[in-house]
C-alpha cells in the first residue's frame, strides 16, 4: 500500500516554513525523500532508518517516527529552488529493495 | 551522487510497436531499478535487478517488459508490443545501499 503524504499542495511565500508528512499504515523501516522538479527526475534528498537520527542538511531536515509509521520533511526559510513536488518513499529493512512512492506534494514557493 | 544517463531521452512510438530504453549506470553499484511515472501522477516501481538476474517485480511487470543487461554495462527495459497507457516517463535507478539514484528518464509517448 502506498503511503499517503499531506499536504496534496501548498504554496508559501520565500523565508516561510513547511512541514510535509509522510504516513504509512504498514510499519515503516526506511523512508526516502525525494524532490522532483516539473519534467525533471527525482532527486535524492536525504533517507531515515528505523532506529535511526533525525537527519538533515542546511535548512531542510526530517524526523521518522516509528510508532506513528510517519515521517515529516521539514523546510525551513523556503526559497525559490526549493518549490516542486516531494516525494516519500517506503523502504523495507533490508534495502536495496522497491521504494513505493506517496502521490507527492506541490511546494510553490513565490517571491 | 551518481550520475546515470539514459537514452533516449524522448521515444514516440505506434501502438503495438516495441522499444528497447536504454540506462548506463555510472558507479560501482549492483542494484538496479527501473520506474515509471505516467504524467502527473505518482512514480512506480516496475522492476529490480541484481546480479543480472530480477529480484523483484510489480504486477505492472507483465509478460510485455523484459529487462537484460546484454554487455554488463547497460541495462535494458524492452516493451514488446506497446499500449497507449504505456505513455510514461521511465526512470533507471541505481543503489549501493539504501540510496535511491535516479537517472533523468525517457519519456515514452505511444500513439
Known amino acids: 500500500q502506498q503511503p499517503v503524504q499531506s499536504p496534496q499542495a501548498v504554496i508559501l511565500r520565500e523565508g516561510e516554513d513547511a512541514v510535509i508528512n509522510c504516513s504509512s499504515s504498514k510499519a515503516l523501516y526506511s523512508v526516502h525523500w525525494y524532490r522532483q522538479k516539473h519534467g525533471e527526475a527525482p532527486v535524492f534528498l536525504m533517507i531515515l532508518l528505523k532506529g535511526g537520527e533525525q537527519k538533515g542538511h542546511e535548512k531542510i531536515s526530517a524526523s521518522f517516527n516509528e510508532k506513528k509509521q510517519q515521517s515529516s520533511l521539514y523546510l525551513t526559510a523556503s526559497q525559490l529552488s526549493y518549490s516542486g513536488t516531494y516525494f516519500c518513499?517506503?523502504?523495507?529493512?533490508?534495502?536495496?529493495?522497491?521504494?513505493?512512492f506517496g502521490t507527492g506534494t506541490r511546494l510553490t514557493i513565490i517571491p | 551522487e551518481p550520475e546515470v544517463t539514459q537514452t533516449p531521452s524522448h521515444q514516440v512510438t505506434q501502438m503495438g510497436q516495441e522499444v528497447i530504453l536504454r540506462c548506463v549506470p555510472i558507479?560501482?553499484?549492483?542494484?538496479f531499478y527501473w520506474y515509471r511515472q505516467i504524467l502527473g501522477q505518482k512514480v512506480e516501481f516496475l522492476v529490480s535487478f541484481y546480479n543480472n538476474e530480477i529480484s523483484e517485480k510489480s504486477e505492472i511487470f507483465d509478460d510485455q517488459f523484459s529487462v537484460e543487461r546484454p554487455d554488463g554495462s547497460n541495462f535494458t527495459l524492452k516493451i514488446r508490443s506497446t499500449k497507449l497507457e504505456d505513455s510514461a516517463m521511465y526512470f533507471c535507478?541505481?543503489?549501493?545501499?539504501?540510496?535511491?539514484?535516479f537517472g533523468p528518464g525517457t519519456r515514452l509517448t505511444v500513439t
Open positions: 535507478a541505481e543503489g549501493g545501499g539504501y540510496e535511491q539514484y
Open positions: 558507479s560501482n553499484h549492483l542494484y
Open positions: 518513499g517506503t523502504g523495507s529493512n533490508f534495502g536495496n529493495e522497491k521504494l513505493t
